[in-house]
């Protein structure tokens, strides 16, 4: 799954248009929804790189 | 370790590092530009999101001024079409800014104190023609002393907020000043019809047609030294470390984030303190809005007296291909409380919500929320306010900065930012010569 590093994320929402399922919210900070694919296109178009995957979960 | 060898590596493709890389190739020099991300531009880019071709930053840039130059002197597309006229939102009415006269004109619908319009007409005047007030206190703190009203001190806080990215308290009151002086004659800007991205690609262009590059999906990871001279840079790309070997590193990634690339213990501890002491990224929210008919009839409003809102901009009025046939993009951008972290950004866009309320009549049944985005920290509004600038140059020697933290004074956002290109490119043409 995708997880968001809240330290990281500035809440830019730029992460919000590369998702083709329209899964991620931003408002302060990116939030995840459970429609996430785990395309992770999301992840290279990060500014500061607060997205990651999580492979543990 | 992969090796490649180039005259120039530009780290960042925002509009520092694309103006300082198109006018180095164009100058005959070997230059390769890094961008972390898959798109260039950075806080001057556009994302297709639904149909409309939203900004990551740069919403109107300048036109006629030091940007455009450098677009003229590499012979780069500059395709932006004018704003027109501001106009700003005074107590729930609009007024058009007079091209003659507008501080008076402003202040005077804002307020019925005559008095105190005088009071703080007659304070700019001397401070435009003799001299600008001391660095030491803020605007607000200033105008303060002039007048209490504060429908003629939400004028201000409208105008420096939604110009140079800061608050009133937080702008000194020299900085304000020399920035007035700096834009006039400069005080039109425009919207690209193909979105701010386009004038990177434009300038894009010029580096590859002079057998430049730009790298994308290209994070530089170190920037590499020998004593206190730099000699290129450590680039991952495609999972493959390389060693961009080059005399010369332009790092457009910010002062901070620039002296991480560097490791901080190789650079003098003076420098880190100013670093440290100096250095203020400005936070800004900006609010993407798409509608089903124009929500202004105005282009762009400033707008005075809101809760947190500085302005509005309907670039499809200029521009309709930045939205789907028939639609409106607009942007709403505010300044919160304070600059300084942290950021409490669920009550900042609470009361700029308030705010698109009461000031977009038909908001809640003809528009609807794109993105809410909240610029601060490692990626922000500015690298640092205006007035709160590092130097160009780094203590490594030719490691140089461009970008937004390291303006001259008076001079903000994208115009700032070419500035400093113009600046770093004189410097280095004083003192290398591309090799080839």
Sequence with gaps: MIVVNKDLCVGCALCVPMCPEEAISCLGVASIGENCIECLACLEYCPVSALGENKEV | MDEQTYDIVVIGSGVGGMCAGALLAGEGYRVLVTERLPRIGGRCSTVDYRGYKC???????????????????????????????????????????????????????????????????????????????????????????????????GIFQAMV?????????????????????????????????????????????????????????????????????????????????IRVRAPVVISNCGPLQTAQLVGRQHLDQGYLTELDKTVRPATVIAIHLA???????????IVTGARRINAIFQPTSVCPDLAPVGRHYLLAGAAPESSLPPLNAKKEIDLCME????????????????????????????????????????????????????KSPGMVAAPAAAETALRVVKDIEEHHLPAR
């Design chain 2, 355 to 406: 705010d698109l309320r009461d000031l977009l009549p038909g908001f809640d049944d003809h528009a609807e929320i794109l993105l809410t985005g909240t610029f601060h920290g490692a990626w922000p509004a500015m690298h640092s306010w205006p007035g709160r600038d590092m130097p160009v140059k780094t203590p490594i020697v030719n490691l140089y900065h461009v970008g937004d933290g390291v």
């Design chain 2, 55 to 153: 900004t990551t930053g740069v919403i109107g840039p300048e036109m006629g001024g030091i940007l455009q130059e450098v677009f003229d002197r590499v012979s780069a597309a500059f395709d932006v079409r004018p704003a027109g006229p501001p106009h700003y939102l005074i107590h729930g009415e609009v007024f058009a800014m007079p091209v003659k006269g507008g501080l008076h004109t402003l202040l005077s619908k804002a307020s019925g104190n005559r008095e105190e319009v005088k009071n703080v007409m007659g304070a700019f005047s001397k401070a435009l023609k003799w001299k600008e007030p001391s660095q030491n206190i803020s605007l607000r703190d200033w105008l303060l002393q002039f007048t209490q009203d504060d429908a003629i001190l």
């Design chain 2, 291 to 301: 509608a089903d008919r124009p929500l202004l009839k105005e282009n762009y409003l």
């Design chain 2, 161 to 241: 907020s939604a110009a140079t990215l800061v608050n009133a308290h937080e702008m000194s009151a020299r900085d304000f000043f020399i920035f007035l002086k700096k834009m006039k004659g400069v005080s039109t800007f425009g919207f690209c019809p193909g979105g701010s991205i386009a004038l990177m690609e434009s300038l894009a262009r010029v580096i590859k047609e002079n057998q430049g590059e730009i790298w994308t999906r290209a994070s530089a990871l170190h920037i590499l030294l020998e004593e206190d001279t730099v000699q290129g840079a450590i680039v991952k790309r495609e999972e493959a470390e």
